[in-house]
């Protein structure tokens, strides 16, 4: 029986079965956003959402019991243990008011295909490793982010009160710089002077106010931009790829391993084929050797 469990566990068809009925799940979720879809088709829409869900608590039955004498084994890998939460988030006991919650659980069997599919898992297990470095980085543009919030805070405040008026708002107009969101309207604003560019209109602005910075201004969100966009955001790019790379690399010495490990008991099992049929064949001389002998006995008589 485990062989035979093992070897649907192993199956291409049976992964591909399972990514198309995963595909079918966030088809089926999506349908289900539509109220009037919803009631018109609610029981179909159930059955097959039952369906699903009993699909894959089948997987993880084959699965459990292609590890034979040891199913704990399943629960060894952590995509497994990924899988097997998203399936018993399905079987809690929600009432009606919990509703939004249960369509989050079914929603969340679409991310059963980051194990389906080896390449999505090599990405989140980039980003997993990525995490430490990515800290580091995050604190250096967090620093980065304040030096320059606090030195537009004091310079823009006064001509730029929408976007520099105190602290937080200037980490949000940075922010918005970094993106590049219309960020040379908020430059020119600053090397020109609210009265002349953006505020046409807007009582916060006055003559008294309106200061332009000229030069200084470019100077400051050119330098802004190029530290923080250019610069810092492809470290994060950079130690991703890196993350990818290393991800490459535990999952082929896990396909490695995987081979090893059904070469080893391929041999096994060769092996206790090997003892069977030498068992066999010691029997069946030792029946001749018997045999042989009643036949001596036979002739000397």
Same mark, same amino acid.
């Given at each position: 029986?485990?062989?035979?469990?093992? %070897?649907?566990?192993?199956? /291409?068809?049976? !992964?591909? @079965?399972? $990514?198309?009925?995963? =595909? #079918?799940?966030?088809?089926?979720?999506?349908?289900?956003?539509?109220?009037?879809?919803?009631?018109?088709?609610?029981?179909?829409?159930?059955?097959?959402?039952?369906?699903?869900?009993?699909?894959?608590?089948?997987?993880?039955?084959?699965?459990?019991?292609?590890?034979?004498?040891?199913?704990?084994?399943?629960?060894?890998?952590?995509?497994?243990?990924?899988?097997?939460?998203?399936?018993?988030?399905?079987?809690?006991?929600?009432?009606?008011?919990?509703?939004?919650?249960?369509?989050?659980?079914?929603?969340?069997?679409?991310?059963?295909?980051?194990?389906?599919?080896?390449?999505?898992?090599?990405?989140? %297990?980039?980003?997993?490793? /990525?995490?430490? !470095?990515? @800290?580091? $980085?995050?604190?250096? =543009? #967090?620093?980065?982010?304040?030096?320059?919030?606090?030195?537009?805070?004091?310079?823009?405040?006064?001509?730029?009160?929408?976007?520099?008026?105190?602290?937080?708002?200037?980490?949000?107009?940075?922010?918005?710089?970094?993106?590049?969101?219309?960020?040379?309207?908020?430059?020119?604003?600053?090397?020109?002077?609210?009265?002349?560019?953006?505020?046409?209109?807007?009582?916060?602005?006055?003559?008294?106010?309106?200061?332009?910075?000229?030069?200084?201004?470019?100077?400051?969100?050119?330098?802004?931009?190029?530290?923080?966009?250019?610069?810092?955001?492809?470290?994060?790019?950079?130690?991703?790829?890196?993350?990818?790379?290393?991800?490459?690399?535990?999952?082929?010495?896990?396909?490695?391993?995987?081979?090893?490990?059904?070469?080893?008991?391929?041999?096994?099992?060769?092996?206790?084929?090997?003892?069977?049929?030498?068992?066999?064949?010691?029997?069946?001389?030792?029946?001749?050797?018997?045999?042989?002998?009643?036949?001596?006995?036979?002739?000397?008589?």
């Amino acid at each position: 029986m485990v062989p035979f469990l093992k %070897s649907i566990a192993e199956a /291409s068809w049976f !992964s591909n @079965f399972i $990514i198309g009925v995963i =595909l #079918f799940a966030g088809v089926l979720v999506g349908i289900q956003t539509y109220p009037s879809v919803e009631q018109e088709y609610h029981g179909i829409l159930h059955l097959l959402d039952q369906i699903i869900l009993w699909i894959f608590v089948a997987e993880i039955a084959i699965k459990m019991g292609a590890e034979g004498r040891r199913p704990w084994r399943y629960f060894l890998d952590p995509w497994n243990v990924f899988d097997f939460l998203i399936v018993a988030v399905c079987f809690m006991p929600l009432d009606a008011q919990y509703v939004t919650v249960l369509r989050l659980a079914r929603l969340l069997r679409v991310l059963k295909l980051v194990n389906a599919l080896p390449e999505l898992r090599i990405i989140v %297990s980039a980003l997993l490793k /990525s995490i430490p !470095s990515m @800290f580091y $980085i995050s604190l250096l =543009l #967090f620093i980065l982010f304040y030096l320059y919030a606090v030195l537009a805070t004091f310079m823009f405040h006064e001509n730029d009160p929408v976007h520099f008026t105190n602290l937080q708002t200037s980490f949000l107009s940075l922010f918005r710089v970094a993106t590049l969101e219309d960020w040379t309207d908020i430059m020119y604003i600053n090397m020109y002077g609210c009265m002349n560019y953006g505020y046409e209109g807007n009582p916060v602005c006055t003559p008294e106010t309106s200061r332009g910075y000229g030069w200084g201004a470019a100077i400051f969100f050119s330098s802004f931009v190029l530290v923080a966009t250019m610069v810092i955001l492809n470290l994060f790019i950079g130690v991703i790829m890196n993350g990818m790379d290393e991800a490459r690399e535990e999952l082929k010495a896990e396909l490695k391993s995987a081979a090893r490990e059904a070469v080893a008991a391929g041999e096994a099992d060769q092996t206790a084929v090997l003892s069977q049929r030498m068992g066999d064949l010691a029997d069946q001389l030792l029946q001749l050797q018997h045999d042989l002998k009643k036949v001596t006995v036979q002739t000397k008589e």
